[in-house]
T-cell receptor
Framework: DTAVSQTPKYLVTQMGNDKSIKCEQN?????MYWYKQDSKKFLKIMFS???????INETVPNRFSPKSPDKAHLNLHINSLELGDSAVYFC??????????????FGEGSWLTVV | SQQGEEDPQALSIQEGENATMNCSYK?????LQWYRQNSGRGLVHLIL?????REKHSGRLRVTLDTSKKSSSLLITASRAADTASYFC???????????FGQGTTLQVKP
């Protein structure tokens, strides 16, 4: 029973393309996140949604657009992909805000390679 | 900028030995959390320690927090090969309420 699932796991695409990563959680959580992990393993929050409402946008380029059709789903669409977008993207969820000490559950990651 | 900085960046020990990883941070925090990431996998929450706590245990894990030194340590006792992974500390800033991750310590436990 996968708690936070994201697809695809691996994605290789050319510069300039548009791609999407989908995420679903079956934990009944009200808050979902997208994190980016770079080649040096730095993990940084990109977006956070609470009950489908955007609550955090960490100065991410406009080419990145999250969409939350319902509180169990948070998809990430990326336009005009650049080489620097190559990274691992993690979806995560929690019941209540992360800062309140609520446990965050991570997906397995989506490895994006832009060539 | 990253809040937590782990030390060492890489650690290699023999099975059965203890592993100690340290984390330093810069601003005041509400709580500090430790996560494990196996190669090619997502992060898994290990333990949370609140700012008013000094020590916490969970199985073979022992976490300490010294808010005066703005530092924490994670001790894994009697390590096993399955403990091989990257370990990240993450702090919740008192100012922003956001969870910020450090760069992690890569632990290798040799059988």
């Amino acid at each position: 029973d996968t708690a936070v699932s994201q697809t695809p796991k691996y994605l290789v695409t050319q510069m300039g393309n548009d791609k999407s990563i989908k995420c679903e959680q079956n934990l009944g959580h009200d808050t979902m996140y997208w994190y980016k992990q770079d080649s040096k393993k730095f993990l940084k929050i990109m977006f956070s949604y609470n009950n489908k409402e955007l609550i955090i946008n960490e100065t991410v380029p406009n080419r990145f657009s999250p969409k939350s059709p319902d509180k169990a789903h948070l998809n990430l669409h990326i336009n005009s992909l650049e080489l620097g977008d190559s990274a691992v993207y993690f979806c995560a969820s929690s019941q209540g805000w992360q800062g309140s000490g609520n446990t965050i559950y991570f997906g397995e990651g989506s490895w994006l390679t832009v060539v | 900028s990253q809040q937590g900085e782990e030390d060492p960046q890489a650690l290699s020990i023999q099975e059965g030995e203890n592993a100690t990883m340290n984390c330093s941070y810069k601003t005041s925090i509400n709580n500090l959390q430790w996560y494990r990431q196996n190669s090619g996998r997502g992060l898994v929450h290990l333990i949370l320690i609140r700012s008013n706590e000094r020590e916490k245990h969970s199985g073979r894990l022992r976490v300490t927090l010294d808010t005066s030194k703005k530092s924490s340590s994670l001790l894994i006792t009697a390590s096993r090969a399955a403990d091989t992974a990257s370990y990240f500390c993450a702090t919740v800033s008192s100012n922003t309420g956001k969870l910020i991750f450090g760069q992690g310590t890569t632990l290798q436990v040799k059988p």
